[in-house]
């Protein structure tokens, strides 16, 4: 038995964020935000939001979609990087959110790439029998550890989550390949310094700004594309699939120039990548689950439809799913 996804939800907060906006925060330009990445706008959290709350809406939709009721949930799976906080994480209340009775939930941190980590681990225990529904949510609140005088980083972030519920169904069904790696000689390509136990916050870390999120991008730049190039080769080839068999590839909503990228190293046609950064801009986890119940419930994505989903992030981690919707 395979794991199929039954059910997709998503949210985004309505403050809607446009370059303009940010034109009068840092040293930027609407046309310098659009050249270099395709950004156009973002959705923020305004203060008083908390940003589980955002997973508990993704999450609510999503089963809602499968209809499936919270007390039959066996498992919530939480991919955030960024939790409401460090201990006990953001599991815990999108679980109380959802009213789910008894159901152990976790937080999977493991960057951007978190929610193809978390539908490839999910899978395994639906597979093992272990937890037959699984919730998967990814919930990012980006805004919040982004250093509003960076303009090197502020304008490529935007907040959201999404969320798939996923279900035991036939071998040909679902998931039918992944493929996960790391590569931890870069871990410090994107990282938060202070507030873990290696630098606890302090009132000079605060000064320092070490509780914002740091980032190389130019490194991240050079090998998002080939990473997620050999991820979804390697996704395929366990599938037992070619490109040519793909009707949609959701990368990861980093950067047009990067997808672009990812588009010329596979040689595939673009009208079969599904792209929404330019209004939602990088929500991290939650990129690919809220592009994918975007275009399930557009209509674009059809039953039966085999997409690729393939990410990179912080860690640096890297990966790829194959689904047959
Ligand atoms: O989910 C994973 C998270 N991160 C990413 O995916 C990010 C991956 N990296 C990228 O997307 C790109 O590297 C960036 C968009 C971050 C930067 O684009 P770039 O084409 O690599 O620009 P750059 O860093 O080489 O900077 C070029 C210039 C610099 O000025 P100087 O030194 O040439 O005078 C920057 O200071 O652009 C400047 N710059 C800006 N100018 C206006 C950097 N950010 C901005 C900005 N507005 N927002």
């Not at 409401?84 to 152990?104: H, N, Q, R, V, Y």
């Not at 279900?167 to 390509?189: H, I, N, R, W």
């Not at 929404?276 to 039953?303: F, Q, W, Y």
């Amino acid at each position: 038995m395979g794991a199929r996804i039954t059910g997709t939800g998503s949210y985004l907060p309505s403050n809607l964020v446009s370059n303009e906006q940010l034109e009068s925060l840092v040293d930027t330009s609407n046309e310098w935000i659009v050249q270099r990445t395709g950004i156009r706008s973002r959705h923020l959290l305004d203060e008083a939001e908390i940003p589980s709350d955002m997973g508990v809406e993704a999450g609510r939709l999503a089963l809602k979609a499968a209809k499936v009721a919270p007390e039959d949930v066996d498992l919530l799976l939480v991919a955030t990087t960024f939790p409401d906080m460090i201990c006990p994480g953001s599991a815990p209340f999108i679980a109380e959110g959802l009213s789910l009775t008894d159901a152990p939930f976790f937080d999977l941190k493991a960057g951007c790439s978190g929610f193809v980590y978390g539908v490839a681990v999910a899978n395994g225990l639906i597979e093992s029998g272990l937890f037959p529904r699984v919730l998967v949510v990814g919930v990012e609140a980006l805004s919040r550890v982004t250093d509003w005088t960076d303009r090197r980083t502020c304008v490529l972030f935007g907040d959201g989550a999404g969320a798939v519920l996923l279900e035991p169904g036939a071998q040909s069904s679902g998931v039918l390949g992944t493929a996960l790696y790391g590569d931890a000689e870069k871990s410090m390509f994107l990282h938060l310094p202070a507030g873990g136990t290696r630098t606890p916050a302090s009132v000079e870390t605060v000064t320092q700004g070490g509780h914002f999120l740091k980032m190389e991008g130019s490194g991240v730049f050079r090998n998002a594309a080939p990473m997620m190039e050999k991820a979804t080769m390697v996704a395929l080839e366990n599938a037992k699939l070619e490109l040519s068999d793909v009707d949609w590839i959701i990368p990861h909503q980093a950067n047009k120039r990067i997808v672009d990228a990812l588009v010329h190293r596979l040689d595939v046609p673009e009208e079969r990548i599904i792209v929404n950064l330019d209004r939602v801009a990088n929500t991290s986890t939650a990129s690919i689950p809220i592009a994918l119940d975007e275009e399930i419930r557009s209509g674009k994505i059809h039953p039966g439809d085999i997409i690729v989903m393939t990410a990179f992030g912080a860690g640096v981690t890297y990966g790829a799913i194959v689904v047959k919707a």
